[in-house]
């Protein structure tokens, strides 16, 4: 278990200087309100469905924290999370332009709340949740994480978690699939169908995240 932890947290220390460079820049909330044409038209829309590589809902932005997305959008820019379009975008941007989006969506009509307790787990789960241990970085009710480029997840769609979650279990695939040194042995450790468990049960919590349409797509 020691060495389990040692292994965890060196990693968190190794992924948390490769995302350094893309939190330098301070991102202005302003100026990132006039730089996300190419986001709304899916993270923009409630409900709105994905089609690559299989059928979910993107993911709900707004709330999330600026480091995070800051670390995603140079993860699919550097090419280490694999997804055509969304390093189309990525690609298209400077790191000044990803701090101002980054900012904008943390600012976007944040929930500013303590997230509700939820009840205890199903056993199944909690066994799942204490194999991954996951609360390690994503913080308790996983709303938390203990550091701002990890992302909250709790209240993410379901759907979008387990497309995310069997990612990291995907290898030499170049239009799909994400590199990361933490996430993707702790994913690789589970089924698919332990995957969807702790997806559903994570979709279930209360936290920050929403999709808060533009004023004119409103």
């Known amino acids: 278990m020691i060495k ?10 190794a992924c948390a200087t490769s995302t350094a460079s893309a939190q330098a820049v301070q991102g202005d909330i302003k100026a990132g309100e006039g730089k996300i044409s190419m986001c709304i038209g899916c993270h923009g829309i409630a409900g709105y469905q994905a089609s690559f590589p299989e059928v979910y809902k993107v993911p709900m932005i707004s709330g999330q924290s600026a480091a995070y997305i800051a670390a995603a959008l140079d993860a699919y820019r550097k090419g280490d999370r694999h997804h055509p379009t969304m390093r189309g975008v990525a690609e298209s941007l400077s790191d000044q ?7 904008y969506y943390e600012a976007h009509n944040p929930v500013r709340k303590d997230a509700a307790q939820p009840h205890d ?15 390690t970085c994503h913080g308790q009710n996983f709303s938390k994480p203990i550091d701002a480029s990890y992302p909250k997840v709790a209240g993410q769609h379901s759907d979008y978690l387990l497309a995310a979650l ?4 995907t290898v030499n695939n170049p239009r799909v699939g994400r590199s990361n040194g933490i996430m993707a042995p702790i994913a690789q450790q589970f089924s698919n169908q332990e995957l969807k468990l702790l997806a559903n049960y994570i979709s279930k919590l209360d936290g920050d995240l929403k999709t808060i349409p533009p004023a004119h797509f409103r």
């Open 4 to 13: 389990t932890w040692t292994t965890v947290f060196a990693l968190f220390v």
């Open 97 to 103: 332009d990803i701090a101002d989006v980054s900012a």
């Open 121 to 135: 787990p199903p056993t199944q789960v909690a066994a799942l949740i204490e194999k991954g241990a996951c609360f």
């Open 166 to 169: 069997k990612s990291y279990k």
